[in-house]
């Protein structure tokens, strides 16, 4: 167990830590920001999460569609995620060409952002909830502790266009809603069809179906606010936008989440027992 005690730790930034179990006594902690898969963060005594969770609720309406269990409340939360990445894709066509190959802070581009959610579609929707079987599209972008990427398909060398991209994600996600439009609640909640032998997610084998298309529109919803995200930090503010000042005075960059923060598809690895049915949906 690692230790420190009477650190100066200002401006630390800690990436992709499992911080499980951690204790911070007698710190002194401001204009802190913390990204990531968090519960039961006790502050001071009080159980924060819940409020944070509430928070994120009344300002993403959607987040509560996206945790339904009925096929109607699904139907509807994957027309507003459609919805929102179409006004977003528009607000980058606008952008000064090669935006949606820019990276911010070391982050992915939005055509990466965008491959990455053709490789979760694969993964998690046609895999897990179709029993395919069948390689996933050469140009999904799996994050890089992934196994055996080519061997599912994948093109790690892959510089598709954007247009390219965006015809992939046209095709799934017309299969998506097609799909959406038919299922039934007992197909939901039926176990997951995930062939058998090697293939990612190795963890969804046990889960219902359910469960993993909740992945998959929590993935769109959060891959959309980190693309938001980044083109306002290019330079493009979203309509709308409200600038908000840091103790400092300097602008306060709209950041309620970390690209990085993946648990679907990353933190998972390292945090199975989140992902028991007796958790809440993971919030990617």
């Not at 902690?29 to 928070?55: C, F, H, K, P």
């Not at 053709?118 to 050469?138: I, K, M, N, Q, Y």
Request: hydrophobic share 40%; aromatic share 6%; with cysteine.
């Amino acid at each position: 167990m690692a230790s420190f005690n009477d650190q100066d730790l200002t401006d630390a930034e800690f990436r992709e830590c499992d911080l499980t179990r951690a204790r911070l006594i007698g710190v002194v902690m401001q204009d802190a920001v913390i990204d990531g898969l968090v519960r039961n963060l006790v502050v001071n005594g009080v159980e924060v999460t819940s409020y944070v969770e509430a928070e994120l609720d009344r300002r993403h309406p959607v987040r509560r569609l996206i945790r339904s269990a009925d096929p109607v409340g699904l139907r509807e939360a994957f027309r507003q995620l459609r919805a929102d990445w179409a006004a977003t894709l528009g607000r980058l066509r606008g952008m000064p060409e090669g935006s949606e190959n820019q990276r911010v802070g070391g982050e992915w581009s939005a055509v990466e952002t965008l491959r990455h959610l053709v490789f979760v579609h694969d993964s998690w929707f046609r895999r897990c909830c179709l029993g395919s079987a069948e390689p996933f599209t050469a140009i999904g972008l799996a994050s890089e502790f992934v196994p055996d990427q080519e061997e599912q398909g994948l093109d790690r060398a892959a510089t598709p266009s954007f247009d390219e991209v965006l015809a992939a994600r046209g095709e799934q996600g017309a299969e998506l809603e097609r799909w959406l439009s038919t299922v039934t609640p007992d197909e939901l909640s039926a176990p997951a069809p995930v062939p058998a032998g090697r293939g990612w997610p190795p963890y969804a084998r046990g889960k219902s179906v359910l469960e993993c298309v909740h992945v998959v529109l929590d993935e769109e919803w959060a891959h959309h606010g980190f693309c938001v995200r980044d083109l306002d930090l290019l330079g493009c503010p979203s309509p709308g936008a409200v600038s908000k000042q840091e103790p400092s005075g300097e602008r306060l960059a709209p950041r309620e989440y970390s690209r990085r923060r993946r648990p679907a598809v990353r933190l998972a690895r390292r945090a199975k027992s989140f992902l028991n049915p007796d958790n809440p949906p993971l919030r990617p």
